[in-house]
T-cell receptor
Framework: DTGVSQNPRHKITKRGQNVTFRCDPISEHNRLYWYRQTLGQGPEFLTY????????KSRLLSDRFSAERPKGSFSTLEIQRTEQGDSAMYLC????????????FGPGTRLTVL | SQKIEQNSEALNIQEGKTATLTCNYT??????LQWYRQDPGRGPVFLLL?????KEKRKERLKVTFDTTLKQSLFHITASQPADSATYLCALSREGGFQKLVFGTGTRLLVSP
């Protein structure tokens, strides 16, 4: 399958711990996005990469959050000192450079902070 | 601040009927409006994109309308089937550069046999 993959699918952690999620986009896609979705809400934009450059970050992305895409392929999202409010589904999407190209979403990583 | 509203109550319809979902927005001037389907525990799946200068777009049993004066989009599923049961999200984006999608809260559709 050449779709977007995310690992792990589920993560349960204790408050104060650090967690890291991985996203593998569709291989030929230059653009990669991270979104966060809480129960009953639509996804909210967090950050965007074009190749390895992080070009935009939402104000939702506090200093405890960091994202990387070191070689323009897979990406990682790290949350330091997790808080209960960080509990959510973290979604990754990728697309080509065409202005209206479809964003293909992965299955998400569900984070539960106890 | 920008706001995208979708009916938060679930829409229940009988199989074979047409489902109509609404997306209203304020304080936003989108160049594109998209509809996604999301099943429980899964990521959204793209369905249709309509541009601001288009009134209507169709794909198989799906039809989307976009009225920039009313700031509203309607999403229709004709001859609905139980397999169409899911949450449907509308998403807006502006012209230029990457597409930072701004999503509505979604409407859950339940199609009963």
């Amino acid at each position: 399958d050449t779709g977007v993959s995310q690992n792990p699918r589920h993560k349960i952690t204790k408050r104060g711990q650090n967690v890291t999620f991985r996203c593998d986009p569709i291989s030929e896609h230059n653009r990669l996005y991270w979104y966060r979705q809480t129960l009953g809400q639509g996804p909210e934009f967090l950050t965007y990469f074009q190749n390895e450059a992080q070009l935009e970050k939402s104000r939702l992305l506090s200093d405890r959050f960091s994202a990387e895409r070191p070689k323009g392929s897979f990406s990682t999202l790290e949350i330091q000192r997790t808080e209960q409010g960080d509990s959510a589904m973290y979604l990754c999407a990728s697309s080509s450079l065409a202005p209206t190209d479809t964003q293909y979403f992965g299955p998400g990583t569900r984070l539960t902070v106890l | 601040s920008q706001k995208i509203e979708q009916n938060s109550e679930a829409l229940n319809i009988q199989e074979g009927k047409t489902a109509t979902l609404t997306c209203n927005y304020t304080n936003y001037s989108p160049a594109y409006l998209q509809w996604y389907r999301q099943d429980p525990g899964r990521g959204p799946v793209f369905l249709l994109l309509i541009r601001e200068n288009e009134k209507e777009k169709r794909k198989e049993r799906l039809k989307v309308t976009f009225d920039t004066t009313l700031k509203q989009s309607l999403f229709h599923i004709t001859a609905s089937q139980p397999a169409d049961s899911a949450t449907y999200l509308c998403a807006l984006s502006r012209e230029g550069g990457f597409q930072k999608l701004v999503f509505g809260t979604g409407t859950r559709l339940l199609v009963s046999p």
